[in-house]
């Protein structure tokens, strides 16, 4: 049993940051490519960021290139969202999930576990 939490989401103004956490519990940490994705509001779910199990690969929509980091701590079994200049149309809830893949994947179907969502507020 793998169980994904997430926290750090919120009401920001734009131009504000956020960092949001997502820890796993249940499995060992390093077996999992970790990714970051959003949905809002009557649109689909969409990636946004990844990071490979040994970190040395990320990825990012073309949305996030720039603001976004996305990195892991596998001591704390945590994967990290630093979300800069923040924006109203970044305003979504935000999944983390996690894939037995090497390499992070930007679709959804190729993730095994996913949190229950965290929600991002941007106010103009």
């Known amino acids: 049993q793998v169980q994904l939490v997430e926290s750090g989401g919120g009401l920001v103004q734009a131009g504000g940051s956020l960092r949001l956490s997502c820890t796993v519990f249940g499995r060992r940490f390093r077996n999992y490519a970790m990714g970051w994705f959003r949905q809002a509001p009557g649109k689909e779910r969409d990636f946004v960021a990844g990071?490979?199990?040994?970190?040395?690969?990320?990825r990012y929509a073309d949305s996030a290139k720039g603001r976004f980091t996305i990195s892991r701590d596998d001591a704390k079994n945590t994967v990290y969202l630093e979300m800069n200049s923040l924006k109203p149309e970044d305003t979504a809830v935000y999944y983390c999930a996690a894939s037995t893949s090497n390499y992070a994947p930007t679709v959804t179907p190729n993730y095994d576990y996913w949190g229950q969502g965290t929600q991002v507020t941007v106010s103009s």
């Open positions: 990071i490979s199990r040994s970190a040395s690969s990320t």
